[in-house]
């Protein structure tokens, strides 16, 4: 079964607004990362934060871990119509090699 | 430089017949990863490749499935007497390393079974 689980499954918001995504997963991990995918092709990696870290910055983008709740989540503010896409929590556990094992997504609107 | 390159990007093929993906990862990385996608499954990982060497295949559905790398670089999944329940967009991925890098995915092939 998927590691991940992500909600909610769809958002839709107005352009400039921010769009909060969340992930849950069930085991230790060694980070967890964050996806953006197009059209349902190839991947785009956006943000990485490993079990160490609490938060983490990039741009418009905002993750945060919390290890103690096994949750993340990520925050995309000032939102553009360019930012409509699936996201993806994908976890790396330890002693798993480099697999990512990825939650259902996010599919989010951003209307102009 | 170049990234991850995948071909075909479309495949159609019947039922029975056998099918062979192919991957190019970006030059330089030594890790390359398999995963599949599907509306009933979501993203699931196939196989991992350090090198030329595949430490870790659980996620390969079947026997029907099989991948091997060559010269560290170029990967090949091949799948035998597909079934209908193949049908997906396989994606492949590399990295530096297989320890907690980012990986670089490709664009996919879009694999439709009739």
């Known amino acids: 079964s998927q590691q991940g689980e992500e909600d909610p499954q769809a958002l839709s918001i107005q352009e400039g607004e921010n769009a909060t995504m969340n992930c849950s997963y069930k085991?230790?991990?060694?980070?967890l990362q964050w996806y953006r995918q197009n059209s349902g092709r190839g991947l785009v990696h956006l943000i990485l934060i490993r079990s160490n870290e609490r938060e983490k910055h990039s741009g418009r983008l905002r993750v945060t871990l919390d290890t103690s709740k096994k949750s993340s989540s990520l925050l995309i503010t000032a939102s553009r119509a360019a930012d409509t896409a699936s996201y993806f929590c994908a976890t790396r556990l330890y002693n798993q090699g480099g697999k990512l094992i990825f939650g259902q997504g996010t599919e989010l609107s951003v209307k102009p | 430089g170049a990234g991850v390159s995948q071909s075909p990007s479309n495949k159609v093929t019947e039922k029975g017949k056998d099918v062979e993906l192919r991957c190019d990862p970006i030059?330089?990385?030594?890790?390359l990863y398999w995963y599949r996608q599907s509306l009933g499954q979501g993203l699931e990982f196939l196989i991992y490749f350090q090198g030329n060497s595949a430490p870790d295949k659980s996620g390969l559905p079947s026997d029907r499935f099989s991948a091997e790398r060559t010269g560290g670089s170029v990967s090949t999944l091949t799948i035998q007497r597909t079934q209908q329940e193949d049908s997906a967009v396989y994606l492949c991925?590399?990295?530096?390393?297989?320890?907690?890098?980012?990986?670089?995915f490709g664009p996919g092939t879009r694999l439709t079974v009739l």
């Open positions: 991925a590399s990295s530096w390393s297989g320890e907690g890098n980012e990986q670089f």
């Open positions: 030059s330089g990385h030594t890790a």
């Open positions: 085991t230790s991990i060694n980070n």
